[in-house]
């Protein structure tokens, strides 16, 4: 359906972030390691090196290396309004997707979704990325990614205590990641804008592509993801005591709950509102990391959705202290003095 594809000049990712994805990453932001994580994250130069070895281990689309696909993810840069990050495509014989990169960003397709997918499920795949660019995930992931290292990095240095409050973090992190994927299960749907595809490539992601795939069916599946949901009687302990053992540690949710996600946003009335052209809109013109500011202390540019600068660590959310301010030097001077520092004014 290329011609009747619809684009969302100045698109928000407000348009498709979901409330659950909002709250558990004001829930992570709010932990106090966090900072001192984003620092050791720059002390370390992780996203240069993650370039490197990246540019060096996968090949990059373009106009001559995987045409098709560079036109994929060009045509979903133009639906979801998002400046073209690089495309990679990596041998792994997994179902997998990724992006990374704060300062270079790139997205990288594992070489079995090509032999599986169709053209218009990569395009909900690349479109399901985009999302990660457009919601301003990008740095978290990266973070989540690590986690374990810097964490044992910060134990060496506090005795173990920096590393015992980092497994709150963890947590809070596999929540925020998998409420995540529903945002960006979101965009993948508006970017191929076929709910039958977005279904089966889901589908695909949990029984694999097989010789049997003409005997796939969405209803069906769509009736196991509505029925594993009821969370009543000794489903809802079943599910509790599974959570505990074992569903916290996962970085993406289960299938069904992918697919049932889908279903009651459709079901929402919100994805036909968007097709027909009435979602919010981004007035930075569809910028990288959706709406953005600057650091106060360092002056980096961040995403709106980033809350500790990467740089330097600076709470970019932190109340703004009360200055006073000197007419005669034209200078800032804390709020508790009475008299100039420079020229004995009084202030």
Request: glycine share 8%; hydrophobic share 35%.
């Amino acid at each position: 359906m290329p011609n009747t594809r619809r684009t969302f000049p100045l698109i928000s990712a407000n348009a498709f972030i979901s409330s659950t994805d909002k709250l558990a990453l004001d829930n992570l932001q709010k932990m106090p390691i966090l900072p001192l994580i984003l620092r050791k994250f720059n002390e370390w130069t992780i996203d240069n090196l993650l370039y490197a070895s990246n540019s060096a281990e996968s090949i990059r689309c373009s106009e001559q290396q995987f045409p098709t696909l560079y036109r994929l993810l060009k045509e979903s840069c133009a639906v979801l309004d998002v400046p073209e990050p690089e495309l990679y495509v990596r041998y792994n014989p997994t179902y997998n997707a990724y992006t990374s990169g704060v300062n270079r960003t790139y997205i990288v397709l594992h070489s079995a979704l090509l032999d599986a997918f169709s053209e218009d499920e990569l395009r909900y795949i690349i479109g399901h990325e985009l999302g990660h660019i457009k919601c301003g995930h990008v740095l978290y992931l990266m973070l989540a990614r690590l986690l374990m290292p810097i964490l044992e990095e910060i134990g060496s240095v506090t005795l173990g205590l920096g590393k015992l409050a980092g497994m709150g973090l963890m947590v809070g992190f596999m929540e925020w990641m998998r409420q995540a994927e529903f945002s960006c299960d979101r965009a993948g749907l508006l970017v191929c804008q076929d709910v039958e595809v977005a279904l089966n490539a889901t589908l695909k992601l949990g029984a694999g592509s097989t010789h049997y795939n003409s005997e796939m069916n969405i209803e069906a599946f769509l009736e196991q993801a509505r029925q594993h949901s009821d969370n009543t009687g000794l489903n809802g302990v079943s599910k509790a005591v599974l959570f505990m053992l074992y569903t916290w540690q996962l970085d993406h949710p289960q299938v069904v709950y992918r697919a049932k996600g889908l279903d009651d946003w459709i079901k929402s009335g919100d994805y036909a509102k968007i097709l027909n052209g009435h979602y919010p809109q981004d007035g930075t013109g569809g910028a990288q990391m959706g709406a953005q500011h600057n650091c106060p202390k360092c002056g980096t540019t961040l995403s709106v959705t980033i809350r500790y600068c990467p740089e330097c660590g600076e709470d970019t959310q932190a109340s703004p202290v009360p200055k006073k301010h000197c007419e005669y030097c034209n200078i800032d001077l804390p709020s508790n003095v009475r008299f100039c520092t420079h020229c004995g004014n009084r202030v």
